[in-house]
């Protein structure tokens, strides 16, 4: 039962693996999925691993969920690994060299759609620019601000940053509301 | 791989100790985290350049499976071979393996708890603020070098990607293709 959901998690993003838990399997209902869906994106690391691993842990218990992540990044590393290997080999090639010359403004420019995304979300709550612009969230403007300022000033490294701007909003939920 | 880079002992130790702490503590999907992951290897290790590490995320992004993990595998494999591959893919999916199996048994009094919001809300600030550093220092780079068409490929793919929801893997093959065509000299490298 576990491997066969190795398969369908491998190659997954959450439709694909919402029609081979429900639809295909029947381990969990459409509604415990939507539970799934919105813990996986609220709780730290990549949604694909934290979905396979809730379903998993669901089914199955702590082996389901090892099996589950297992079966999900097993086709990711010997894809990887491959592609990794053909790159450091034919890296040099000019048909390979335009293709990479091609993606990396593309990389810039997904990072920069993320960077606004975050944004919005993080003052207003919303992925996309607000229709109207209320004000931002003043707790989370004040540790946004903070950080910036902390990381351009090289004060904060990435985890100091990430669990430091955690317990500041904490710490300001107490003053300000 | 790459000879700048002493692997030893404490190279492991780093490259395990530092994937795994932004993947415990980066709350989002690829794009949160490979910036992330960015920020500590290219700018505080130095172990890659920014070219090489944005051409290791380009061919994660391209294949299929999760682009975070993906990314993880191919840099690790980069810097330290198979073992490298091992050691940042187990730091990328340890930190959800446990921290699901823990919240999946008592879900309900996680998602609802106001303290937990707060602090994931504050987490998530603080993530935006090193995006859009990484972000910003990118795109000045890109830019300064004043060459049209990837400053073009640039703003497309930004305004398709955020106005319109463009899928990514969609842009990605325009890019390729548009890279393959008209990029191959030798100036845009």
């Known amino acids: 039962m576990v491997g066969a959901f190795c398969v369908g998690g491998g190659y997954a993003s959450i439709p694909l693996i919402q029609t081979q838990v429900i639809d295909v399997h029947h381990w969990i209902s459409f509604s415990e999925f939507m539970d799934v869906v919105a813990i996986s994106q609220m709780t730290p690391g990549p949604i694909g691993i934290n ?38 080999k034919y890296g040099d090639m000019g048909a390979i060299r335009g ?26 709550n919303e992925e996309k620019l607000p229709a109207v612009w209320s004000d931002p969230d003043l707790v989370s403007t004040i540790v946004l601000l903070v950080s910036l300022v902390l990381i351009k000033k090289k004060i904060c490294g990435v985890i100091q940053t990430l669990v430091g701007s955690g317990l500041l909003s904490l710490a300001l939920h107490f003053f300000i509301k | 791989m790459n000879n700048s880079v002493v692997i030893d002992k404490k190279f492991y130790w780093e490259l395990f100790k530092s994937t795994f702490l932004i993947s415990a503590f980066t709350v989002g999907g690829g794009f949160v985290i490979i910036p992330l992951l960015k920020a500590k290897y290219v700018d505080h290790y130095k172990w890659m350049s920014d ?3 944005l051409d290791l995320v380009s061919v994660a992004q391209s294949a299929p ?7 993880a595998i191919i840099i690790g494999y980069r810097l330290a071979g198979y073992t490298g591959a091992a050691v940042t893919l187990l730091a990328t999916v340890l930190p959800p393996l446990i921290t699901l199996t823990v919240i999946s ?36 780079k890109e830019l300064k070098k004043k060459l049209l068409l990837p400053c073009l490929i640039i703003f497309g793919t930004f305004i398709a990607n955020y106005f319109f929801q463009v899928n990514i893997m969609y842009l990605i093959l325009i890019d390729a293709v548009i890279g393959y065509l008209w990029l191959q000299d030798e100036k845009y490298s």
Not at chain 1, 53 to 71: E, H
Not at chain 1, 99 to 124: D, E
């Open chain 1, 99 to 124: 293709v990479l010359n091609g993606l990396r403004p593309a990389v810039v420019a997904l990072i920069a759609s993320a960077g606004v995304m975050f944004l919005t979300l993080s003052l207003w």
């Open chain 2, 51 to 53: 070219k090489e590490a």
């Open chain 2, 105 to 140: 048994y008592f879900y309900d009094a996680f998602a609802h708890n106001y303290y937990v919001q707060i602090l994931l809300r504050g987490m998530q600030c603080g993530a935006t603020a090193l995006i859009l550093d990484v972000g910003i220092n990118l795109l000045q």
């Open chain 1, 51 to 88: 979905a396979a691993t809730f379903v998993g842990t669901k089914v199955a218990g702590i082996g389901g969920a090892v099996a589950a992540t297992a079966g999900f990044v097993t086709p990711s590393l010997i894809i990887m690994i491959a592609l990794a290997k053909l790159l450091a």
């Open chain 2, 65 to 71: 499976g999760v682009v975070a993990v993906n990314a």
